[in-house]
């Protein structure tokens, strides 16, 4: 599929996975975009592209068995890589609620204990 861009009149291809609305609607959230042309909404919808395929590829070599991709896959290479720290917050490693009730409780011992 092809669509005419509106500054050149030249036809770009759309033939993305991702909605191209969308990709345009979270760039235009960011207060410091101006006009978005349709080959920079490409260029960000196939890079978003690579970078997926990029990663779901990495995380699934590190699977010990079988060939299902999991959440604790995604979690654990992006804890792995300094260069994926930016995913930290969307994609952080799951804990039991029994492990976080323990952090909990260490920190409200270490907070007793500096106000004595």
Known sequence: MVAPDSTTGKSLPTDTALPLARI????????DTGQI???VLFLMAKATEMFIQHVTKES??????????KYE???????SRESLEFLLQIIPQKIKVKEFREILKKK???????SD
């Open 108 to 114: 409200d011992d270490q907070d007793s204990d500096d």
């Open 73 to 79: 896959h995604l979690a654990k290479f992006a804890q």
């Open 24 to 31: 345009r609607t979270i760039m235009k959230s960011s207060l």
């Open 60 to 69: 699934i070599t590190k699977v010990d068995k079988g060939n299902t991709l």
């Open 37 to 39: 042309t349709n080959e």
